[in-house]
Nanobody, 120 residues
Framework: QVQLVESGGGLVQAGESLRLSCTVS????????MGWYRQPPGKQRELVAT???????NYADSVKGRFTISRDNAKNTVYLQMNSLKPEDTAVYFC??????????????WGQGTQVTVSS
């Protein structure tokens, strides 16, 4: 069984920074793409950033230049460094991971989400 745990959310003021972490554990053979998504209040879930196993990244236009996604493959962990936060970044942030178990079954798992609130 594969599990995913997120941490690092909280309440900050506009212009401040936060760092989210997400660790995958369990019977893992390989983790491929990892990513962060968010769901603002009353809106649908949207892409924030993704990163491949090799380190290639993709960002939503709204966070380019402010957010940085990175990963530590040895720790099965992905990070999201969020700088210059804006009130419109307020959302529940979800981590996602795609990969395969030791039984070579693919997985596509989501975390329970961590709240990020940015006050003006």
């Amino acid at each position: 069984q594969v599990q995913l745990v997120e941490s690092g959310g909280g309440l900050v003021q506009a212009g401040e920074s936060l760092r989210l972490s997400c660790t995958v554990s369990g019977s893992i053979f390989r983790i491929n793409d990892m990513g962060w998504y968010r769901q603002p209040p009353g809106k649908q879930r949207e892409l924030v950033a993704t990163i491949t196993r090799g380190g290639s990244t993709n960002y939503a236009d709204s966070v380019k230049g402010r957010f940085t996604i990175s990963r530590d493959n040895a720790k099965n962990t992905v990070y999201l460094q969020m700088n210059s936060l804006k009130p419109e970044d307020t959302a529940v942030y979800f981590c996602n991971a795609l990969g395969a178990t030791m039984a070579l079954r693919s997985f596509d798992i989501w975390g329970q989400g961590t709240q990020v609130t940015v006050s003006s």
